[in-house]
Each structure stands twice: as structure tokens, then as C-alpha cells.
């Protein structure tokens, strides 16, 4: 791997991958760089299409304009990404799921109170309305 100075405000966190798979073996380097705008992620032998060999970035992870977003250059011979992913439909707040028929409210692991569920003080339930606790329905 090419040794690349960090840049001001730039943190660089190498990482070994082991290869994975029946009768695989063997590893790959590569390295975080974590920038004040973004993280890239560079890999040995892999880059994108407008960097010099051993130094490029084919996975970078930005914030901007307000949302979360994942660019991925999987053909080194396209200039531009050949995937961008648009994060925010994995927002936590974006979770569709198990939830309270009297509230509403998403149903969560808390800690219930009940002096009558002491074998249970945490359950799966909603929160406001305490709907899954055996001993308060």
C-alpha cells in the first residue's frame, strides 16, 4: 500500500480484511480516511477512475445538504459513480414496524416499573402506554 500523508484535520485508520469463503486464504489492506467533509475508504489493488493507481477511493461516505449518502465506483473505467445511494430512508426515525394500537408511538425494549413483572423489568412494549406488560393489562 502506498503511504499517503494524512491532510490537515484527516484521520487515516488501516484495517487487514481476511479473505472468507471454503478453501480461501489470504488477506487485503486498505485504510479509512476519515476527512472533515466525508470518509473514503481506499483497498489495495482497487481505486476509481480519475486517481493514479494506489491511491484511490472507489467507497465514499458524505454528509451533505443535509443528508447522509454512499458513492461507490465498482467499474474503475467510469469517471462518475456507478452507484449513489441516498441514506436517508435508513434514518432510525424512518422504521416501520411494531406499533402501539392505542399511541401510535414505535414499540421499544424499556425499563418497566411494575412492582408486579419484578421477574421481567425489561419488556418489548410501547413505552407510554405499557401495553406489553402481562401483569398491567
Same mark, same amino acid.
Given at each position: 500500500?502506498?503511504?499517503?500523508?494524512?491532510?490537515? *484535520?484527516? $484521520?487515516?485508520?488501516? &484495517?487487514?480484511?481476511?479473505?472468507?469463503?471454503?478453501? $480461501? +486464504?489470504?488477506?487485503?489492506?486498505?485504510?479509512?480516511?476519515?476527512?472533515? $467533509?466525508?470518509?473514503?475508504?481506499?483497498?489495495?489493488?482497487?481505486?476509481? @477512475?480519475?486517481?493514479? !493507481?494506489?491511491?484511490?477511493?472507489?467507497?465514499?461516505?458524505e454528509h451533505y445538504d443535509?443528508?447522509? +449518502?454512499?458513492?461507490?465506483?465498482? %467499474?474503475? !473505467?467510469?469517471?462518475?459513480?456507478?452507484?449513489?445511494?441516498?441514506?436517508? *430512508?435508513?434514518?432510525?426515525?424512518?422504521?416501520?414496524?411494531?406499533?402501539?394500537?392505542?399511541?401510535?408511538?414505535?414499540?421499544?425494549? &424499556?425499563?418497566? !416499573?411494575?412492582?408486579?413483572?419484578? %421477574?421481567?423489568?425489561?419488556?418489548?412494549? /410501547?413505552?407510554? /402506554?405499557?401495553? +406489553? @406488560?402481562?401483569?398491567?393489562?
Open positions: 500500500m502506498k503511504e499517503i500523508k494524512p491532510c490537515p *484535520g484527516e $484521520q487515516i485508520i488501516p &484495517f487487514v480484511l481476511n479473505r472468507e469463503g471454503e478453501g $480461501q +486464504s489470504g488477506t487485503i489492506k486498505g485504510e479509512i480516511r476519515i476527512l472533515p $467533509q466525508a470518509i473514503s475508504v481506499r483497498v489495495d489493488g482497487y481505486g476509481d @477512475c480519475g486517481t493514479e !493507481n494506489g491511491y484511490g477511493c472507489p467507497i465514499y461516505i443535509g443528508k447522509l +449518502s454512499v458513492r461507490l465506483w465498482s %467499474d474503475i !473505467n467510469h469517471e462518475d459513480p456507478t452507484h449513489a445511494v441516498d441514506m436517508e *430512508g435508513a434514518r432510525e426515525t424512518e422504521r416501520k414496524g411494531d406499533c402501539c394500537a392505542e399511541c401510535g408511538e414505535l414499540k421499544k425494549s &424499556f425499563m418497566h !416499573n411494575c412492582p408486579k413483572a419484578k %421477574d421481567m423489568p425489561e419488556i418489548h412494549g /410501547c413505552p407510554t /402506554c405499557d401495553d +406489553s @406488560c402481562p401483569e398491567c393489562r
